[in-house]
């Protein structure tokens, strides 16, 4: 059996309303599709390019067209070998990555979970729904919206500036949801354990990524009541024992992890460090949050609400009911 790329394309989908994060606001995603057939068997594969890291979706479909000309007529599993070592992460490894997974599952006669060597076929998680950046009283009708939809888990963005604000804000429009933030590096100049601790006050669970990439050493001295989980200081397996010392777990993404493949090295890493698991994502369809969904019935926190945000999703795609992500359709 010997592997030919089908197709590798841009698509763009419209999210439902606007996604307001610190660096800027989204009407649409765009992210790249990578086919992959053999024998009659194909295999897709999709992802979001990695706004922080500079990429964009022709550029991604490019290196995807690149690469599967070195691993042409290999088979599925060779060929996915071969792409972790002359591609980068990212997204174009991350669709071509998954799409060579979703292939040999096909042609073993296999679901992806059980080629990826899981206990048990994957069941419903709760996964947190993203509050955007706004004013504290529009972030508290997102909540409240959210809340009503049946979400029970919310993961509020905030900036540096007025977190404890819009925290309140959610708060007050969702008062039974369960809360964890992201602030997106922007903690550089805060008082770090008083932020925290004031946040820990109202109920919120988690702070994800509170320092810039670089910096976080920043985290050394805080000993807070509340865990810190690193995202964009932690973008491969490499990464986990270097950050560990300041965190206490990890937000594993297959876009910047560049697929399942080292997604699940990541994982197995922060197991072996003693970090949690949560498994993340960027703005997507559900062909994207398949593989993630295999590799988030180990996370401690879940955030799988990339479909939820668009305004429409793929065919067959995952139910979001009650708060809870479960399987496709």
Known sequence: MAI???????????VAG??????????????????????????????T???????????????????????????????RAAVQEIMAPGAARNALDC???????????????????????????????????GSPGAMAEQAATAAADGYHLLKIKLTGEGDRLRVAGVRKGAPHARLIVDANESWAQVDILEEAEALADMGVEMIEQPVPVGADALLDPVYASIPFV????????ADVARIGAFYDGVNIKLDK???????LRIADAADAAGLAIMVGCMLSTSLAIAPAFVLAQRARWVDLDGPA?????????FEFREGRIGTPR
């Open 257 to 263: 992890a560049g697929g399942l493949t080292e997604a």
């Open 18 to 47: 606007s996604f307001v994060i610190s660096r800027g606001a989204r009407n649409h995603v765009d992210v790249v599709v990578a086919e992959i057939e053999d024998s009659g068997a194909i295999g897709r594969g999709e992802g």
């Open 49 to 79: 390019p990695v706004y922080y890291l500079g990429e964009d979706a022709a550029t991604c479909r490019d290196q995807i067209l690149l690469a599967a000309a070195h691993v042409a007529d290999m088979a599925a599993a060779e060929a």
């Open 99 to 133: 799409a060579l997974w979703d292939l040999e599952a096909r042609q073993r006669g296999l679901r992806l979970w059980q080629l990826a060597g899981c206990d048990g076929a994957p069941t419903a998680r709760t996964t947190a729904f993203t509050i955007s950046l």
């Open 230 to 237: 690193a995202d964009e200081s932690c973008q491969t397996a």
């Open 309 to 317: 945000l668009l305004e429409r999703d793929r065919e067959g795609g």
């Open 4 to 14: 030919q790329l089908k197709s590798a394309r841009v698509e763009r989908w419209p």
